[in-house]
């Protein structure tokens, strides 16, 4: 919303400055597309950067209209100019977001001047609007619609906890149907996109704690807590979900999941006498965040509170299956992350009339924030290949053979084939996710281009009309570029088609070859991608599948250390890096689990393999965040039966990944062993519930990592033998 709305601040502050000054058309298309360039591809999150690249792309952009302008007469010239000036804003990606930037803005502005055909005569009015528009989107950012990165952290942290209100929502409305109630499928695929959007939320925190405080001691905390309260609520949730399903295995709430199987039996009485119970202490966690209409009316706040936290340790939990408890003691849990939570970025509350539990739930995150390392996670090394080198050989050699046919198809309108060959490439890195955008293109086009002509027959020649469409065409394009790129296709070709209408180019003909342009342009790109430095899929995909299973070796080794009263490193740092790998193997993996893939084997390979991957992150991250509160005196990881099957499991993930290094090409075997034992000795203080219940859950999550790794195991063809 912010990034739409600042593009059409900034595009119609431009328009008007330079409808005052009485300029025209061309000129006016001119500034608008420059607006549109330097507002959106500026992406440093801190004024000072903004400005500093604001002022480096003015000298630029003035460069590359002028060269662009002098070349127009000569068309071998400027194709040869536009191939060179690709090949350098992709290959200097290398030197930062800046170096970027700056590249974006040589290649649209040279765009634009093949779009508006421009002439050298032209370059003072040109330059004016190339000035206007760098003005106007540095007015926008500066004045009309700052947004720093201190602001965008807190914002980002009032949408986690609008996303967890949520969540708690849906799980509400999943128990007071329960799983006989009509359309309760409906709920619970509610709970998973709730579920899926506040994972995207802590990811984009995650992302920005850089830059948005210069706390890290402060950055730490909020790390840790947001992880805290996403996995428990997401425990909590599947908790209700298996006791509500008896044996239907539900495990965890991965959008990649396999089908749940239905349910084996109904719910017991004793649960369902309890499944009020269940629904009031819901609503009462849900009026706990402090959002929305839940609200506990005629209840004292610090009593549900010290009632919910005593849950933890066994207090008044009610007559149930052991089923039920554990959800009852989960919403315990929940609470105390809520708590950590709201240290953590809301400041500290009065502990008025605070029962023992609850204070211990105030000093629990202080005592452990206060001894956050200031040291930041290592950074990964990069690749021995440039990225950027690839992808720019590619995208120079796509657009030069976008250049050939579009001069076939359409002497005056080329550029659009190279625009498209542009395009495909960003943010893409295989074979399988140009060929997935490049589709997706072309449907937005065509759909673009029915809606064009629509409104172009509408609005006739009155230009302020179709610059008005052009700006919704330019909102939409950007507030839909997270969530569509079928959809912000689709606005860019209408507003496509209303700058033909002001430029009184637009007919059925144009809009046809805009087409044919954008489909070559596809597959020029393809042809690029597969004959020069190709990346398949495959490739691709293993290389971050690998990642991921170091990651979750990384979360499990030092899960295990801290279990056994080692220091162990950040735990939940870890398991961050974890689901960030996690994420990009799910973007890769676009290509093979698209429901347009031919292959449809490989797509419910790579559909169980995602699926077992996300339970298996799920449970280690449930496992670090266990871990993270594991009292001093409880070392459950040092009974040595444990011991022996965690060596077994980190052997396992040991061999899965050097099975998919070496491509199926070794016959090491995954060991099953007999399994964690439901209720091991802890080493001392192990007659305390809580104690109990914490043991309980680590030995649950770590079989669970041991399935999925087995599970992972038998997907990818990599046999699994008993322990001799």
């Known amino acids: 919303m912010r990034s739409a709305l600042s593009t059409v601040c900034a595009l119609g502050l431009t328009l008007g400055v330079l409808a005052a000054l009485d300029a025209p058309v061309p000129i006016l298309v001119t500034g608008a597309l420059t607006a549109m360039v330097s507002t959106a591809a500026v992406t440093e999150s801190r004024a000072r950067d903004q400005a500093l690249t604001l002022a480096a792309g003015v000298p630029t952009a003035l460069a590359v209209v002028a060269v662009g302008s002098a070349l127009a007469p000569y068309r071998v010239a400027a194709d040869v100019v536009f191939v060179l000036l690709i090949f350098t804003a992709i290959h200097i990606r290398r030197f930062g977001p ?72 849906a799980l509400i409305e999943v128990a007071v149907g329960g799983p006989q ?8 695929r509610d709970l998973l996109r709730s579920t899926a959007r506040l994972h995207t939320a802590a990811l984009m925190i995650q992302n920005h704690l850089g830059t948005g405080t210069h706390d890290t001691r402060a950055a730490s905390s909020i790390q840790r807590r947001v992880a805290e309260a996403e996995t428990a609520v997401e425990r909590l949730a599947v908790l209700v979900l298996r006791t509500l399903r008896p044996g239907a295995d539900v495990d965890t709430l991965s959008r ?7 349910a084996g039996s109904a719910v017991s009485a ?53 089923a039920m408890r554990d959800v009852f003691r989960s919403a315990g849990d929940f609470t105390r992350a809520l708590i950590g939570l709201h240290l953590a970025t809301g400041g500290p509350t009065p502990a008025v009339r605070d029962a023992p539990e609850t204070a211990r739930a105030r000093e629990e995150p202080r005592a452990e924030d206060s001894g956050l390392a200031k040291e930041p996670v290592p950074q990964r090394r990069g690749p021995r290949v440039r990225p950027t080198t690839r992808t720019a050989l590619q995208v120079a050699t796509g657009s030069a053979l976008a250049v050939i046919g579009g001069e076939l198809i359409s002497p005056q309108r080329w550029y659009w084939a190279v625009f498209t060959c542009w395009v495909v490439f960003i943010s893409t890195s295989s074979t399988g996710e140009i060929l997935v955008r490049g589709y997706r293109r072309l449907i937005g086009t065509v759909a673009g281009v029915a809606a064009g002509l629509a409104l172009a027959a509408l609005i006739g020649d009155t230009p302020w009309p179709a610059f008005a469409l052009a700006g919704l065409s330019v909102f939409g394009m950007y507030y839909t570029l997270a969530v569509s790129y079928t959809l912000m296709s689709f606005f860019v070709t209408t507003m496509i088609g209303m700058l033909y209408a002001l430029l009184h180019t637009l007919t059925p003909d144009v809009l046809v070859v805009r087409i044919e342009e954008t489909a070559l342009g596809i597959a020029c790109g393809l042809i690029a991608a597969l004959l020069v430095l190709p990346v398949r899929t495959g490739e691709r995909t293993d290389q971050l599948l690998r990642d991921a299973l170091e990651r979750l070796r990384t979360v499990l080794s030092q899960s295990w250390a801290r279990l056994g009263g080692e220091p162990g490193g950040d735990l939940l740092a870890s398991a961050r ?22 292959a449809r084997s490989r797509r419910r390979t790579a559909l169980c393999v995602l699926g077992l991957l996300e339970t298996a992150a799920f449970h280690a991250r449930s496992l670090a965040a266990t871990a993270e509160l594991v009292p001093s005196g409880l070392r459950v990881g040092a009974d040595p039966s444990l011991v022996d099957e965690g060596r077994r499991m980190d052997r396992n993930l040991a061999s899965l990944i050097s099975r998919i290094a070496i491509h199926g090409g070794d016959s090491t075997t995954l060991v099953r062993g007999p399994g964690f034992p439901t209720q091991p000795a802890a080493s001392e203080g192990g007659a305390r519930a809580e104690h109990i219940n914490t043991t309980r859950r680590v030995l649950r999550h770590l079989q669970r990592v041991d399935e999925s790794i087995q599970g992972l195991a038998r997907a990818l063809h990599l046999p699994v033998r008993d322990e001799s």
């Open 98 to 169: 800046r170096a970027t930037t700056l590249g974006v803005f040589a290649f649209q502005l040279f765009f634009v001047t093949q779009f508006v055909e421009t002439r050298v005569e032209q370059l003072p009015q040109l330059s004016l609007a190339v000035l206007v528009a760098f003005g106007s989107s540095a007015l926008v950012r500066c004045a009309v619609l700052p947004s720093p990165p201190e602001q965008t952290l807190a914002r980002l942290r009032r949408a986690f906890g609008l996303h967890l209100a949520m969540v708690l929502d």
């Open 256 to 262: 990649h999941r396999a089908r749940a199987r239905p």
């Open 270 to 322: 004793l649960d369902a006498a309890t499944l009020p119970v269940l629904v009031s202490e819901l609503r009462a966690l849900r009026a706990a965040i402090g959002t929305g209409p839940e609200r506990s009316a005629g209840t004292d706040p610090t009593a549900v509170r010290d009632r919910l936290l005593g849950y933890r340790g066994d207090e008044q939990l009610p007559d149930a299956s052991p």
């Open 181 to 188: 109630a009509p359309h309760a499928e409906r709920p619970v």
């Open 577 to 598: 890096a974890l689901d960030a790998a996690l994420e990009s193997l799910r973007l890769a993996a676009q290509p093979l689990i698209t429901p347009l893939s031919p």
